[in-house]
């Protein structure tokens, strides 16, 4: 399924709040970054918890960035899943 930039971040921010210098990491190709629209790559699977996402950002090639995160569970205040 493939959705506009536009979409993508009105529903990012339906759940958070965007910050200055925030990243958000999508799978473009040529064709759909030339066109505005990004989508999830054929064989994706759902993220969960304990999962780790790598991710490094070079100019040239010098590394300018570069980081991991894991997925975890998301839980409401009472202890429900969220």
């Given at each position: 399924?493939?959705?506009?930039?536009?979409?993508?971040?009105?529903a990012?921010?339906?759940?958070?709040?965007?910050?200055?210098?925030?990243?958000?990491?999508?799978?473009?190709?040529?064709?759909?970054?030339?066109?505005?629209?990004?989508?999830?790559?054929?064989?994706?699977?759902?993220?969960?918890?304990?999962?780790?996402?790598?991710?490094?950002?070079?100019?040239?090639d010098?590394?300018?960035?570069?980081?991991?995160?894991?997925?975890?569970?998301?839980?409401?205040?009472?202890?429900?899943?969220?």
């Amino acid at each position: 399924m493939l959705f506009k930039i536009p979409e993508l971040l009105e529903a990012i921010t339906d759940v958070m709040t965007l910050n200055h210098s925030d990243m958000i990491l999508s799978n473009f190709n040529l064709v759909l970054v030339l066109t505005g629209i990004a989508g999830t790559p054929k064989g994706v699977g759902q993220v969960i918890s304990g999962d780790v996402m790598k991710a490094s950002c070079f100019v040239d090639d010098q590394l300018i960035e570069s980081f991991e995160v894991s997925a975890v569970d998301r839980v409401n205040s009472d202890g429900t899943p969220w």
